[in-house]
């Protein structure tokens, strides 16, 4: 098996993982499966089994990545997700941020929870200190800005419509 270890593919898995886990995993139904993994083994045999876990997924092949590694200007700012086509899609303000430890999967699970959007239909998120930026498709954006305008989330009434242009884009 030592022979078959390839370090550098299994650091990339794990990015794979951990971009998995703040993209794209529905936290719902992953809090679940936390729930029995925590319930079923023990304290002492998590760590054995979370590497063997590991083991098995990282000896089959790298699995594909749709995700664009996107360019953070500062450290201030989180950003991830697919990029969709700018004919294709509108940015969308959100009023909350960082500052209240908002995560990009947060952001997914919230319009999928209050909308009928599908994944594919969110693109790119930024999350700034104090408000973040989605890219949806455009034949979703009102549906979206109508479900989550108004809406409470993590004590902070949701301000979402349309983002505007920066003053060097218009």
Request: hydrophobic share 35%; net charge positive.
């Amino acid at each position: 098996m030592a022979s078959e270890f390839n370090k550098e593919k299994a650091k990339r898995n794990i990015e794979v993982i951990l971009d998995r886990i703040n993209t794209s995993t529905d936290v719902l139904v992953l809090s679940e499966y936390q729930k029995i993994y925590k319930k079923e083994i023990s304290l002492f045999k998590r760590k054995w089994a979370s590497a063997w876990l590991f083991m098995y997924y990282d000896q089959k092949e790298i699995p594909p990545v749709k995700t664009i590694a996107p360019v953070i200007k500062n450290k201030k700012e989180k950003s991830s997700g697919t990029l969709l086509p700018d004919d294709e899609s509108k940015k969308l303000f959100i009023s909350i941020g960082k500052n209240r430890r908002l995560f990009p999967r947060e952001i997914i699970t919230l319009i999928i929870s209050k909308t009928k959007i599908q994944r594919d239909d969110i693109g790119l998120i930024r999350i700034l200190d104090n408000y973040s930026f989605v890219q949806v498709r455009d034949t979703k954006a009102d549906e979206i800005i109508k479900a989550l305008n108004g809406v409470n989330f993590r004590g902070r009434t949701l301000t979402v419509n349309y983002a505007k242009p920066k003053a060097n884009e218009e």
